[in-house]
């Protein structure tokens, strides 16, 4: 049986990275898309030097041509993928009175319309194959409006766990399940680099477990929602918190 095959968006670091890793040790092939090319094809060299089963993709995830190309190499390279998690995110801290239209419009243009338009690509690629998993990276930020990285992230990815409900309802009649993955805050370079020390404190001590969050750990559940056996899990947003958000 032929390997199965994945793309995670925002791979070159921080949690896409660490899911990539997870995917391939998990028998995947993997597809590392991120605008940050250099740094993803590194990271598809260290994991398979000849490429079989790890390369790199430059996509911009704000652009529905770019998964478009992206389909279409991994077509002509693997014969398609079977997964795809939508990873990419970022944000830029303001208060919420203070945030202009084109700070709104771009942060709800990396973390919701990549969203959408991830969705829209693969979901019809898989859907036409009758069979595939989407895996959307959302945030408890999404679900509780309350978060460091911003109202127009938090708004975002709120919309993004309401799109995984909209493709999941869409595309399950034709082998296709699509998930969400809420996590609170993780321990990840950007955690680090953009809260202060003090801040940081903080955060740990109101989570109700005492530390971040494990990436691995959230790889894990992408790479079990990926499944084959995952067919009754479907439009769900499966909490990673450490219990800041219980519903
Ligand atoms: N860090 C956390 O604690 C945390 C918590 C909840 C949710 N998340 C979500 O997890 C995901 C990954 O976050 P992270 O902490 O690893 O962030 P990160 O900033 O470390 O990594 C983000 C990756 O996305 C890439 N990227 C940014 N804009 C892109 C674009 N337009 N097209 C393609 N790639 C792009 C970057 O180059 C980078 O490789 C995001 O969706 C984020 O919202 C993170």
């Known amino acids: 049986m032929s390997k199965r095959g994945v793309i995670v968006t925002g791979a070159a670091r921080g949690l896409g990275a660490v899911v990539a890793r997870r995917f391939h040790?998990?028998?995947?092939r993997v597809a590392?898309?991120?605008?940050?090319?250099?740094?993803?094809?590194?990271?598809?060299?260290?994991?398979?030097?000849?490429?079989?089963?790890?390369c790199a993709l430059?996509?911009?995830?704000?652009?529905?041509?770019?998964?478009?190309?992206a389909r279409d190499e991994l077509?002509?390279?693997?014969?398609?993928?079977?997964?795809?998690?939508?990873n990419a995110g970022a944000s830029k801290v303001v208060p919420v009175m203070e945030i202009t239209a084109e700070q709104f419009d771009q942060v709800i243009d990396i973390n919701l319309r990549s969203v959408l338009f991830g969705c829209q690509v693969f979901g019809?690629?898989?859907?036409?194959?009758?069979?595939?998993?989407i895996v959307n990276i959302a945030s408890l930020a999404g679900q509780n409006g309350g978060s460091a990285t911003g109202a127009h992230y938090a708004a975002a990815k709120g919309g993004a766990i309401t799109l995984t409900k909209v493709f999941a309802r869409d595309l399950a009649a034709r082998?296709?399940?699509?998930?969400?993955?809420?996590?609170?805050?993780?321990?990840?370079?950007?955690?680090?680099?953009?809260?202060?020390p003090e801040k940081l404190k903080a955060v740990i001590e109101n989570i109700p477990v005492g530390q971040l969050g494990s990436p691995s750990y959230v790889a894990d559940v992408a790479v079990l929602l990926?499944?084959?056996?995952?067919y009754f899990a479907n439009g769900a947003c499966w909490d990673v918190n450490g219990g800041l958000f219980m519903r």
Not at 226 to 230: F, G, N, T, Y
Request: no cysteine; aromatic share 6%; charged share 25%.
């Open 124 to 133: 019809q690629f898989f859907a036409d194959r009758g069979a595939g998993r």
């Open 75 to 86: 077509i002509q390279r693997w014969g398609g993928v079977d997964v795809l998690v939508n």
């Open 226 to 230: 990926a499944s084959v056996d995952a």
């Open 32 to 54: 590392l898309a991120d605008i940050a090319f250099d740094d993803a094809s590194a990271l598809a060299k260290s994991l398979s030097a000849d490429g079989d089963t790890a």
């Open 175 to 196: 082998g296709v399940t699509v998930n969400a993955i809420s996590p609170g805050p993780m321990d990840l370079p950007i955690v680090h680099e953009s809260v202060p």
């Open 58 to 69: 430059r996509l911009d995830v704000t652009s529905k041509a770019d998964f478009e190309q």
């Open 25 to 28: 040790e998990a028998g995947y």
